[in-house]
């Protein structure tokens, strides 16, 4: 591995998209730092430290600290990722978006259009929930309504930029762009969250027996990530053999590996935003308080939501990236085949069936994971407030890690060089 990272360096345009990442990434958490005027930020972090918060220690795992501490990225991209939901549903349901959609790169531009104006528009009202939060815990300075327009401006500005440091990422760095400032922010939390484990420890809040079980779940917890992101159904192809001129074209076998999550982390990220969204605009309302008090962060009804909506997003993101009757077709144009089943419509239907199983079962795996805190604070006795990741951070996690190394992986490979995977 270290061999492949002084390749990765070696190749100048490669290191130039690394160091472009990392620049941008710093640029992210520099301005996790810089709080927003007019608000006592230390006040706010306080209520955080005491658990007097709820959906908003969730949102601050997602945003690095910048919530807790009050800052220009404060709501993090989730105005993002929530108007990309939106736009894709209308995708399905809206013919002439649809079309948009098939239009190529053109048509994904202007889709790519809309989510930014929807992104603004969401980001307008989360920012002034976000105010509303400041007020109800006095943590403004100046409840002028100058100050409090100044704020929801730059808590959206701040959230536009992030979006556009996300665009950048992906196009002249490595790896997708807001995936990326997700994962730098969960990983940002890991340094307090180890001190806050070990001083428990040693004050006897968390035994050591408790400590090691944990690590040992959180390994197997990895591993089972790990294969469940690189588990695969491989379908057999067999292409015919065609006489075009003089020359002998097909005859070969190949298979179209069908993964077992093919959705990745999207999922997960798309769940909680839907699920958030609600549940901040419920933090101040009083009528909505009964919102809170029954789907609260951590409750009953509120796990049991966030697992049907991984389940029904797993299979949304998987129908939309993936289309058997496309890839029938194609095979059929190209004189391939399954061993089998007929070419056409039979072998559409064969593929929706397999990709209907094997979706199954990584959905009931993601559903499984964004609840997996609960199992490790019951099996463990660590209270939940120490698991700083949890399950769903833990997939974001090492779900991104993979999809970056890959891509550093195919530039080396491109190149000649050995990998990472060998």
Same mark, same amino acid.
Request: charged share 15%; glycine share 10%; no cysteine.
């Given at each position: ?18 160091? +472009? ?8 958490? &520099? ?5 927003? #005027?007019? &608000? ?96 109800? +815990? ?30 950048? *990422? ?20 890991? #340094? ?20 090691? &079980? ?34 002998? +074209? ?16 999207? #999922? ?28 609260? +962060? ?44 007929? #070419? ?24 499984? *994971? ?16 120490? *698991? ?35």
């Amino acid at each position: 591995m270290i061999e492949a990272l002084r390749n990765a360096v070696r190749i100048e345009d490669l290191r130039n998209k690394l160091l +472009y990442t990392v620049a941008m990434l710093a640029i992210f958490r &520099v301005g996790s730092y810089i709080p927003v #005027p007019g &608000v006592d930020a230390a006040a706010l972090a306080e209520r955080f430290r005491t658990g007097e918060t709820n959906i908003f220690s969730f949102l601050d795992l997602f945003a690095g600290g910048a919530f807790s501490n009050f800052s220009i990225f404060a709501m993090s991209v989730t105005p993002y990722i929530t108007a990309s939901i939106i736009v894709q549903l209308l995708t399905v349901v809206i013919p002439k978006l649809e079309e948009m959609a098939k239009e190529g790169v053109e048509g994904r531009k202007q889709l790519a259009q809309y989510t930014r104006y929807g992104t603004v528009l969401l980001a307008v009202i989360q920012a002034i929930g976000t105010v509303s939060l400041a007020r109800a +815990y006095n943590v403004l300075r100046d409840s002028s309504l100058f100050s409090m327009v100044l704020i929801v401006t730059t808590l959206t500005a701040g959230t536009v930029l992030l979006m556009w440091l996300g665009e950048k *990422i992906s196009e002249n760095g490595i790896g997708n762009g807001i995936s990326l400032i997700i994962f730098a922010g969960i990983v940002a939390r890991l #340094p307090s969250g180890a001190i806050g484990v070990i001083r428990a420890v040693g004050e006897g809040g968390i035994s050591i027996l408790s400590l090691i &079980v944990f690590a040992i779940l959180a390994v197997a917890l990895i591993a089972a990530i790990v294969l469940m992101q690189e588990g695969q159904r491989r379908i057999p192809v067999q292409y015919a053999k065609r006489v075009v001129g003089r020359r002998m +074209y097909g005859g070969q076998s190949t298979h179209i590996p069908m993964r077992v999550n093919q959705a990745g982390v999207i #999922p997960i990220i798309f769940a909680a935003s839907v699920l958030t969204f609600p549940l901040t605009i419920a933090q101040f309302i009083p009528a909505a308080s009964v919102i809170d008090r029954f789907l609260g +962060y951590g409750t009953t009804l509120y796990n049991s939501l966030y697992a049907i909506l991984v389940i029904f997003f797993t299979y949304f993101y998987t129908a939309v990236t993936f289309n058997p009757r496309d890839v029938a077709d194609n095979m059929k144009k190209y004189g391939g085949f399954i061993p089998g089943i007929r #070419p056409g419509q039979p072998t559409a239907e064969y593929l929706d069936r397999v990709l209907t199983r094997i979706t199954l079962v990584g959905a009931l795996f993601l559903a499984f *994971i964004a609840i997996v805190p609960y199992v490790l604070a019951g099996v463990t006795h660590i209270p939940r407030s120490f *698991i700083t990741i949890g399950g769903t951070g833990l997939l974001i996690v090492v779900g991104v890690a993979l999809d970056t190394l890959k891509q550093i992986e195919a530039h080396l490979l491109m190149r000649q060089y050995e990998g990472f995977i060998r």
